[in-house]
């Protein structure tokens, strides 16, 4: 009788116990469904699907949402967009040849890669110039702009200039069929009796 009421007792508090642990796991999963639901997405309609499968299915309803939900937080997201936009800064900031498309410094006169020029020097302070500069932003020195050949001057430059001749390839034998026009038809004589007079 003892055993009886102690096994019961026993039986009971397991019970409780029993029933306290899986509402506080169940709470738990809930409370940490929430807080994963909102840092991976700024959805409500998904948060909230994330929550209701949760409260109703508890482990299971955990299970789907862990298979179902977003593969990075937004956090995550945010940062990969940062370093991506740091590196097209980056990538956008550094000067490149027009003609080969290399990185060349800032300060190059000539590409190293092609020997394209990309400047000339100022003849005051020697720092590279852009050719669309019309004074050196470093010294303030005006850049001497060549003057415009005339109209006499190129013409005579390209008279003296020989042009190259292209070679010619040979020709091929036709392979189109010629036929010839059809005999055009005489006019008749509007009187038949002005031709039969002689």
């Known amino acids: 009788m003892f055993f009886d009421g102690l096994a019961g007792d026993l039986a009971l508090v397991a019970i409780i116990g029993l029933v306290a642990y899986l509402l506080v796991l169940w709470v738990a999963a809930l409370v940490w469904t929430y807080r994963d639901a ?39 997201a945010y940062d990969r967009q940062l370093e991506a936009e740091a590196l097209l800064h980056e990538i956008q900031e550094q000067a490149t040849c027009p003609r080969c498309r290399r990185k060349v410094d800032a300060d190059f006169v000539a590409c190293p890669y092609c020997r394209t020029s990309l400047g000339m020097p100022c003849e005051n302070c020697g720092r590279p110039l852009t050719s669309s500069w019309v004074l050196c932003p470093y010294c303030s020195a005006e850049r001497p702009q060549p003057a415009a050949p005339s109209i006499v001057e190129r013409s005579s430059v390209r008279a003296a200039v020989p042009t190259p001749e292209l070679p ?31």
Not at 170 to 186: I, Q
Request: charged share 15%; net charge positive.
């Open 38 to 76: 909102v840092a991976r997405t700024s959805d409500t309609f998904t948060q909230t699907i994330a929550l209701v499968l949760v409260v109703v299915f508890n482990i299971p309803g955990l299970l789907v949402y862990l298979v179902l939900r977003p593969k990075d937080t937004l956090m995550d």
């Open 168 to 198: 010619t390839r040979p020709k091929r034998a036709s392979t189109a069929t010629y036929t010839p026009p059809a005999p055009a038809a005489s006019a008749a004589p509007a009187d038949p009796a002005a031709e039969a007079r002689p």
